[in-house]
């Protein structure tokens, strides 16, 4: 590289320059967008930015649709320092009001009317953009598309983003992560990944959605090009395969799930994407009949990545490459080694690091550490803690919550499930205790508990065990929808005239889960 580069604005100013002809996007339509478009634009919207008296530290929240606009959006915030982050625009609106309040953003993007009205009614002073309009088109196009001059102010320890994430209080919780932590990603991703500029990179995974991560930054900061795919196509798998197939693209990402409802539908053929050299999934385990049968499809020719990382350890903190040993094996695939550049602390139950394949909690250590929770002190403290093994100087570690065994002869971590109520599901994170605040909040609830109940090592289902004033499942899971995205709802409800209780008077979850695995 021609500078020292400390910022992702920076970085992206370089990569533009030099690939300024080259594709940054091709689109679903077949169109190409070059680095070129994408660099002038995100400068030109900096420039506005700062008209609206944006600056450093600030947050802007986007209500991201997946356009050329919404991506220069994000790039630009970057060049600026300004932290963004990106909405779900399916999310209930009572969850993405908690977000805004937890966020507290200076600037709203939106292309979508009703939330840009719902905003203006609860915060008056706010500046709400509707980035479709060709009004918008027109102000941007007025300004300077040189680089600003801010961009050589952004420090690496400023927020690059705020992601959402479950909260067990009810509340989302917003991981802060830094440009430093993005920096070292992309160097990660670029070696993992032997990622050229000839790469063509999937956005199957919504940009609220932590895997997205990988599929921006490890594409547009690394010269390679990415292809944008809205939720509407990935519903149509086979329709989706399709639009991508001539655009030759070379890394997927994605859950597990997705790939899974492509094989069940018999949605992905043996010649399809004929150009891909790496799938890479991660988020929740991958049902090994189902990730047999897509290794028959492809594993001749591409290779299978398995990865594990907490969004607060910047999306991806290990990695396993997928050999013919494990397709054969029925167990869930390894997490791998722990990424380069990452440590790792595995502590029992006494706070003290156990013994190899002995199981204890992970935690995580190095520069890809995010800083804590947006505006959540409280919770920030409880899991980015001091190492207990260093004494001399401080060195923060993050408690992931999850179960780990290490063997060291392999050098591989495997999963054992966690400490605490969280689930994953379709590759989100879920706090049960979330959807029972969510439960609560409807009048007629009068005592809630959501269990969750494994059909397999991959699969499961929630259960909400209600005490109610109203036994009409129909209609408490369509006024829950209204309170927590669609990914939390319960699979079933079932009615107790009294949730059973344990000595201390609190509510028997164990005997519940009992009930239903019995």
């Known amino acids: ?79 600026l ?100 932590n993005v920096l070292n990603f992309i160097g990660w991703a670029r070696s993992t990944y032997q990622i050229t500029e000839d790469d063509v990179f999937t956005n199957i995974n919504p940009l609220h959605f932590d895997n997205s991560v990988f599929d921006f930054y490890s594409s547009l900061f690394t010269g390679a090009c990415m292809i944008p795919v809205t939720e509407d196509v990935t519903k149509n798998p086979r329709k989706l395969f399709e639009l991508l197939n001539p655009l030759n693209p070379t890394i997927w990402f994605s859950v597990p799930s997705m790939l899974v409802y492509a094989l069940k539908l018999r949605a992905i ?3 399809d994407l004929s150009f891909l050299r790496i799938v ?40 396993h490459k997928v050999t013919q040993k494990d397709i054969d094996k029925d167990e869930l695939l390894p997490l791998g080694p722990m990424a380069s550049n990452f440590g790792h602390l595995i502590i029992g139950a006494q706070g003290v690091s156990v013994d190899d394949n002995e199981i204890g909690e992970l935690c995580i250590t190095g520069p890809n550490v995010g800083l804590g929770y947006f505006n959540n002190p409280v919770k920030t403290n409880e899991v980015f803690v001091q190492n207990p093994l260093i004494l001399t100087h401080r060195d923060i570690i993050y408690k992931s919550g999850d179960l780990v065994r290490y063997d060291a002869c392999e050098n591989l971590l495997y999963f054992c499930g966690r400490k605490d109520n969280q689930i994953k599901r379709m590759g989100y994170r879920i706090e049960l205790e979330e959807i029972e605040n969510a439960l609560g909040a409807l009048p007629y609830i009068e005592e809630n508990a959501v269990v969750y109940i494994k059909t397999d090592d991959t699969n499961g289902r929630i259960i909400a065990c209600l005490r109610s004033g109203i036994v009409d499942e129909s209609k408490i899971i369509s006024d829950l929808e ?37």
């Not at 990569?15 to 634009?41: C, R, T, V, W």
């Not at 385990?285 to 897509?294: A, E, H, I, V």
């Open 482 to 518: 209204k309170i927590v995205p669609s990914y939390m709802l319960p699979n079933e409800v079932k009615f107790y005239e009294h949730l059973p209780k344990n000595q201390n008077g609190k509510i028997d979850r164990l005997q519940l889960k009992n009930e239903f695995e019995g």
């Open 280 to 319: 890479s999934f991660g988020g929740e385990g991958f049902p090994k009949n189902q990730l047999r049968n897509l290794w028959t499809l492809w594993g001749s020719r591409v290779t299978f990545l398995n990865v594990y990382g907490p969004t607060e350890c910047t999306c991806i903190c290990s990695s």
């Open 81 to 180: 320092g300004v932290t963004y982050t990106n909405l779900d625009t399916n999310s209930p609106v009572d969850r993405i009001n908690k977000m805004i309040d937890i966020s507290r953003p200076a600037t709203f993007f939106t292309n979508t009317r009703n939330f840009a009205k719902l905003i203006e009614s609860k915060y008056d002073n706010t500046c709400i953009i509707d980035y479709s309009t060709s009004e918008f088109s027109e102000t941007i196009a007025s300004f300077s598309v040189e680089l600003p001059n801010e961009t050589l102010n952004v420090t690496g320890n400023l927020p690059a983003y705020l992601m959402f994430t479950s909260g067990s209080t009810g509340f989302p919780k917003g991981v802060v992560i830094t440009h430093a």
């Open 269 to 271: 053929n043996e010649g």
């Open 1 to 79: 590289m021609s500078q020292y580069i400390y910022n992702l604005g920076l970085l992206f100013n370089e990569i533009a320059i030099k690939n300024s002809q080259k594709p940054a996007f091709k689109k679903l339509d077949g169109s190409i967008i070059p680095y070129k478009e994408i660099h002038k634009k995100s400068n030109q919207i900096a420039r506005f930015l700062i008209t609206k008296c944006i600056v450093k530290g600030n947050v802007v929240a986007i209500f991201n649709d997946k356009s050329i606009d919404a991506y220069s959006i994000m790039i630009a915030c970057l060049k």
